[in-house]
């Protein structure tokens, strides 16, 4: 063991500031949070720190699994986390389709796609409450263009609300997965083009058979980035939703700032990572190795 | 049957004119082989026929059938790129099955054929490999496979053999030779390399700035270059080309160049009469020295370059202007540097200054 | 041409850096001048006047500096637990929202002020006082007290000759009167749920003769059946509307009537100059107008080696020279009955609304669990309100939860 | 001419598209360029009725209140970008040299950081900072920014110098340079484009960020905390002019170096 790290000497040198400042920063709170959440409620004033009382329970989950409140969150998680992957992932993929030829208004306009990506969450969720609301703007258009004859009523809760939300997010994240595919696509040899239309393939043949199978990398690229921080939401349906629907990020927050509950809080967090990781592990298996290193 | 014309082409991309003026006719069933250094527009030729492009101006004919604006799929035609183009995910398998997939070929049919195909290729034991774990050789064969399993009516080939080795090349030419005799299908051959022109091509067409210099067999175009272009580029090592003035002195007609003087004999100077007193350019081979004593003229031998049972002399015949010549054991004596010779007069070529042949 | 970029590139590169360090290093204030750092969350207008008019005279008596902060009110309790648990304090006295004040006791994040219960002057209102006690002990000194008032759109109660509602029947009539005329519900109720939902609810309640805490008594029933029955006529922005929203809402006149903190006043009538909007003190309900007391109260944290100078701060800012101040500059209700001052000109009638509002101003008696109770109470408003759902059995079962969470509080 | 048809046909799908995918961003702009009376009335106009820039003036005049955050953002974006690529550019050249099994594994490992809601390990750390003493100053802020920053900018680093042919640094090290030399002469100058990708992505993390800025600013609050201030007083005129100034410096830093945002710096380690 000891020559293989002298041999690695140097690269283990490089990594060693990454680590340690993860390691310190990042790694030993996720410690703390996953120690506070086994701990039991001891009826201390303020929260001492944790890691004081050692004994371990599994109070605050099973106090997690009756609390409809929860399995609400739950649920309301998993819909828009997925709901806003499978609109990044369509929408990313088509703007990447469209915007993949080189030619100089195509780079010119490139950028402009890119704005929504540099719009902090904050002002976001000012936006959108701009288009959301009863009388908000994405009302008066539908109307106006007679899509729909009543205002529909974003804010009221129910899948409406969870739709909002994952479009909101949606429109601000969808450039990276773009950046992401378009560099996927521009990767491919445009020779392989050739050769399949000439054996017969039409376009839509052609995208079925060699540019999707041929992206599968970069999508697992664009899953895993977003994949994380969808099922991690939070600020934009505090502010869009406040308490009235929660997802496991707010529902983290308000246990802790609001209802005095630092345990739940903990172990609410401690069970979105367990359900990333394997969600992401899950993907990657599934993918397996064709859909990490490119053919 | 079905001969492909090209009937007045031009193909422009904004600024750069890749081909101007093309007639071409290529009879049905033959090797054609187009010649032409890198950026000549032999490329584009090739794309404009399989339609991958279209020309700017001009028709194409398959037969009787006009097929210029038809896409790709519908010319029946198959294509090998200089770089495979091979389906990175796919098996050599399915990358062979690919085109007879589209035709939506039933399961049975598409195993036979592949068979047949690898077998001749002898690529059996790769049908299950990815392209990646191929050679360089392997992967050729592959993309030739891909081509032939589905029988269509014309071969295209870009530069295939430019990415292999010598040694596989010369054995891979044979192969695309036994390939040609035995489906008797239109070939339509790509390449920059005049040797392997020479060896494949029952027809070669050589092409320089987008212009065809000359369309005839290996030996003609070996012979009889049309210009100085085709003259200088067939032919490894290349022709000697100088440009001397035709005199006449009293019945003797001469070629002067500064203080050398070749006197020539009357059987070659009926086509140069009218030239005299002109520019014109003398060409001739490496071959066509004759070394003696008796040699007009005089030379300083610089090195020799012996390359198997051949060797050739570079000799610095006046300031400034050098000539190859094949030298074989017999003259041992060329070892000493200077030297006389003649040229054969029967290979002398002569050129006008608009480099057209005389 | 990457080569030609990266000479210049790693020049300034260098200069950047070495900028940046002398610049954070320079930055750090040192404190050597006795300071007294205090937050509070108040709008710009009202940090001008504090900090021009009335911290001089006292950083001239006490020759001390006054460092004040902006907190929002929902970030401050973090900001001070974080300072305790690291054993810092930066923070000497803070003024919060009499309504987040759960979460400091809960944490046992401020010093216990009983104690100086004496130092208050005799003149401050007595009930003023008892708002600042948890379970007796004195843990707040009032700062200024604060009362919400009704804001209606004049234009439009003239166009349909309405009056602004005094009970709950002409309430009832003016929403239904717009919904029947514009077919938008024209009343705003706050449903975003939160503390705007509960201080609502629990005025109704007051005004239906119950007893908020009780949560299903006789008052709480009449006051969710009242809702439930003005609920349809109702503008549908009050699904966002809570204490931010709702100036947004009044000014785009989506809503003719809402109920709002005195603060919408600088901002609709000051900065917009929206001319239609109008104040009053309110409505009455079966058993009379009540109005819950907000506004803010001063704390001090735990941690603070300046106790003293933060008491005599206290005291300061409740003098009678700084009340006038703030009645005659901003418009503050006083916590003094004997700060008599001419509120300036534009401000005058919407003061009015405020002092008649705060006659028949009731203090929220101050509980830890608090949050527990607004939680339920959004929800029962939810199911009931919005939902349809049967008034006594809903609020039978968020009884019995609430009960239940009480016991995480202290 | 068929060609030119399609041609035309495409730009307008894309201009139909950058309007529909814009127009939140053309609200908030129009809120902020426009007179009251314009915006409060019962049907707003698309278009911007009468032209003010009342809201900018009295925002940017307002001296030190708008010039401390935006001078503290900047600073600490602009810091907290340079030492995230100090940090991650070893870290990450490294990596891409492992087999993809193990800089998968690595990946994974640093994107781990990410999985749990940030909320929940914000206060511990903010404990930990201030008894370090880093409480309200921007090495404090820019340290806590570099939770984000590093696995975003270790991730595309890893790609950029996963798709650098090894061929140019062995020959830098066959003409006699050391490990470290060759990385410095030939890789980072030619991974030029990448690392300034990876800076831009890690400014805007630092731009917009919210959680941490909260948590350990006092007497001087960062540009969205400011913003955050105006929205919670419901001065709807304030928030769109701040929502358009945070916005201004990163569409000019995208348009800037938009020559060097090449897409394929973005494929992550996954090129491999």
Known sequence: ?295 | MADLRLVNINKNFDKVQALSGVNLTIKQGSFCVILGPSGCGKSTLLNLIAGLEEASQGKVYLGEKEITGLPPHKRNMAMVFQNYALYPHLSVFENIAFGLRIKKEKEKQIKEKIEQVSKALNLEDKLGRLPRELSGGEKQRVATGRAIVRDPELFLFDEPLSNLDARLRVELRSQFIKLHQRIKKTIIYVTHDQLEAMALGEIIVVIKNGRIQQISPAQELYAVPQNLFVASFIGSPPMNIIKFTLKKKDTKIQLIKENLVIELTNDVTQKILSYLGQDIYLGFRPSAVRFGPAGQIKGKVIFIENIGEDSYAHIEIIEGTEIIAKVNDKDARVGKNSVNFNIDNQAMHFFDLQEKRI | MPTKIYKNLKFNFILLITFLIFYFLGCQPTEKTRTLNITMSLGEEEWRVLREEIFPLFEKEHEIKINSYQIEAGQLATKLQALLEAGRSEIDLFAQDNMELSRLINQDLVLDLSVYQSRIPDEVLANLIDSCKFDGQLMFMPFRPNVQIIYYNQDAFKKYNLIPPKTWDELLNVAKTFKEKEEQGKVLLKAFGGNPTATQIYEFILQAGGDPYMFDDEGCVKAFTFLKELWPYVSEESRRAKWDTTNQILAEQQAYLAQNWPFGVIILVQEYNLPFIKTYSGWSGPRGEFHVIGGDVFGIPRNTPKKELALEFIQFMQSKEVQEILVSKLGWPSIRQDAYAKVSGWQEPYYQAVTTALKKGVFRKNVTWWPAYVKYISEAFREIVIGEAQVELTLKKYKEKLKKDKSLYK | MKKRIRAAIFLITILILILVFLFPLYLVLKISLSKPQDIFVEKPTYLIKNFTFEHFKSVLLSGETFLNPLKKSLLTGILASILGLLVSIPAAYSISKFNYKLKYALILVIFMTRMIPEISIALPITISFIKIGLFDNILGLTLAHLIRILPVSCFILVGVFSGFPDELERQARIDGASASKAFIKVVLPLSLGGITVAGIFSFLLSWDEFIYASYLTLARPTMPIKMYYYISRGDIFSSATYAVIITIPVLILTFALQKYIKPDFLSGAIKG
């Open chain 1, 1 to 295: 063991m000891l020559e293989h790290i002298k041999k690695h000497r140097y690269k283990i040198l490089c990594i060693a500031p990454l680590l340690i400042f993860l390691l310190i920063f990042t790694f030993l709170p996720i410690a703390q949070v996953i120690i506070l959440s086994f701990q039991p409620a001891a009826k201390t004033d303020s929260v001492t720190p944790p890691g004081s009382g050692d004994n371990f329970t599994l109070a605050h989950y099973q106090d997690l699994f009756f609390q409809k409140d929860f399995r609400q969150a739950f649920f309301n998680t998993v819909f828009i986390a997925f709901l806003s992957l499978a609109l990044e992932l369509s929408l990313g993929l088509s703007f990447a389709l469209l915007l993949c030829k080189n030619s100089k208004i195509i780079r010119f306009l490139r950028p402009l796609f890119i704005l929504p990506l540099a719009i902090p969450t904050t002002v976001v969720g000012v936006m959108m409450s701009y288009l959301f609301t009863a009388s908000g703007w994405l009302n008066r258009i539908f109307l106006n263009l007679r899509i729909i004859d009543s205002p529909i009523y974003w804010m009221s809760g129910g899948v409406k609300s969870l739709l909002m939300i994952a479009l909101a997010d949606c429109w601000k994240v969808t450039p990276l997965v773009m950046l992401i595919l378009l560099a996927g696509i521009q990767s491919i040899d445009t020779s392989l083009y050739k050769a399949a239309r000439i054996d017969g393939a039409g376009s839509f043949y052609i995208f079925k058979r060699i540019t999707l199978p041929l992206l599968l990398p970069s999508i697992t690229a664009a899953v895993i980035i977003r994949g994380i921080d969808a099922f991690r939401i939070f600020a934009l349906p505090l502010i869009l939703m406040g308490q009235n629907l929660k997802v496991i990020g707010t529902f983290a927050y308000l246990e802790y700032s609001e209802f005095n509950n630092p345990y739940v809080s903990a172990a609410s967090a401690v069970l979105l990572l367990i359900m990333i990781l394997s969600a992401v592990l899950f993907y990657i298996k599934v993918v397996g190795k064709k859909g990490i290193v490119p053919a």
